[in-house]
């Protein structure tokens, strides 16, 4: 018995430590939430199922200093707006994004060991979308329209009530995977099952991990669904591959063959099995469709912005048709989905990198290797210095910047940060802003849409690092008569 109750604080400290052993040299840093075992359960309980307000409670407690609250895994710093500089400046070296995402995200055990060890995806995204999002738009676009028309299966003049979440990823899934598996697999029921909410299970299963310490992360894995994804993903896969490979293999070359990315992994022999490549793929599936139904909501909940927002794109799309111009001449589009960001986005956390060494910020702060870092997205996006009425949703605030190219959704800079910023912005910037502003377009020139009933606008879900859209939310759509 006496053994036992000695045992405990060896326990806990493993617990706590083990990955982490420089935790007493964060000290001078105070705390949110509880730091003893088992009340720190509470802490990640809280992280987990509203981590906006921890930190709001943090902000209030402690205004501008940096703060901390205990993570299974490491400790995690949150820094003010202030500290940008520090986050842009540091060397890879020094303060990883990538280790930190494959931290939060839990990448081996959600996605796969070999994602999470060799995320060279992560600059092809960045260099295949930047080349071809313009040579493939058409043909994205084709698709949207068509999923738009499936999903909403709308007849004339009849209100309908749909999920909004649901019915996007859909969308959304279709129009991205036209770019990377193209046709047929970006319509494959199977495909889209599994890729269509995709980010959204490993966000859960992520969240869920968060309960166990890292040592017991192997087995813990076994809760999670991702070897059954990858095996149905690399099944239907299979046939696709065995037939492309077919029309590779003809001397006489190949007349058709498809530009996207799935053809580029096997030209260049990227990846040497089937269910490495599957697995590949799902780690490109990053999707738009959070902050795109954020946007939609919007549209329906702020109907005063819609005729205004309409007549843009008429007036462009009649002018410049549906082309890389015109899009960027959708100003009042591009702000309204800036402004979107700016209250919600994708997480209450921007910014978020482990430190690889120790390091020092500007004003001295010492951090200790195996802490990560992140800036509160609050401090930055609703910093009343900066945006007059900073609560305020106006959509139109960035619409009247003079430098169209800095106020561009897809452009960061000190005061807005949503795709993140410095060395290592959002590699799928582009491409989501491309999609998001078509998409939202489309749904502006060929649908009115309206709350349901006397419904509020429902919040979103802050979980762990991520907001997600209540998936339980409806809106009523209907075929706009033209
Ligand atoms: C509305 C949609 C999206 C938003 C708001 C968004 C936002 C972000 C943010 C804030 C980061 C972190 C940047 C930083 O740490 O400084 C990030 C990273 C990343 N995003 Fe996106 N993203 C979106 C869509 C996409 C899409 C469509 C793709 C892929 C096609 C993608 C791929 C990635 C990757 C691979 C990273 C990690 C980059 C790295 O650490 O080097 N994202 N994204």
Known sequence: MLKGILCIPIICRTIKGTEDPNNTKLHHIPTVGFTW??????????????????IEEGYTKYK???????????????????????????????????????????????????IAQNPYHFSFIR????????????????????????????GNNEWKSIPPLQSLQTIVCRATNR???????????????????LSDHIRWEAAMLEFFPWFLLPLASYLTNTSGRIKRA????LPVINERQKCMGK???????????????????????????????MGINFPANGVLTQAFYNLAAYPQYVQPLREEVEAITKELGWTKEALSEMRKLDSFIKETMRLEGVSPLAMMRKALKDVSLSDGTSIPKGTLLVITYHTIHRN??????????????????EDNAKQQLSASNNDWV???????????????????????AHVLLHYDFRLQGDSARSKSISMATTIMMDPTMKLMVRKRSL
């Not at 940096?66 to 400790?75: G, Q, T």
């Not at 295949?128 to 709308?154: H, K, T």
């Not at 910037?429 to 999609?435: E, I, P």
Request: charged content about 25%; aromatic content about 16%.
């Open 418 to 440: 949503g795709f993140g910023y410095g060395k290592h912005p959002c590699p799928g910037r582009f491409f989501a802003s491309v999609l998001m502003k078509t998409m939202l």
């Open 234 to 237: 690399t099944k239907v896969l």
């Open 179 to 197: 770019a990377i598996v193209g046709l047929p697999l970006c319509r494959d029921p199977d495909w889209i099952a599994i890729n269509g909410d």
């Open 37 to 54: 075992f088992p009340a720190w359960y509470w802490t990640i309980l809280k992280y987990v199922t509203n981590a906006s307000e921890l």
């Open 251 to 281: 001397d006489e070359g190949w007349l058709e063959k498809p530009n996207d990315c799935l053809q580029v992994f096997l030209d260049e022999k990227m990846e040497l099995t089937v269910s490495e490549l599957a697995q590949r793929l």
């Open 384 to 401: 009343g210095a900066v945006y007059e009425n900073p609560e305020t949703f106006e959509p139109f605030r960035f619409a009247f910047i």
């Open 64 to 114: 501008d200093r940096p703060f901390k609250f205990i993570n299974l895994c490491s400790w995690v710093v949150v820094l003010n707006g202030g500290y940008l500089k520090d986050i842009r400046q540091a060397t890879d070296d020094e303060l990883s994004p990538t280790k930190a995402i494959h931290q939060i995200f839990k990448t081996q055990y959600t996605e796969g060991p070999n």
């Open 127 to 154: 260099s295949y979308f930047a080349r071809n999002v313009f040579a493939l738009y058409n043909d994205i676009r084709e698709e949207m329209m068509l999923a738009f028309n499936e999903v909403f299966d709308l």
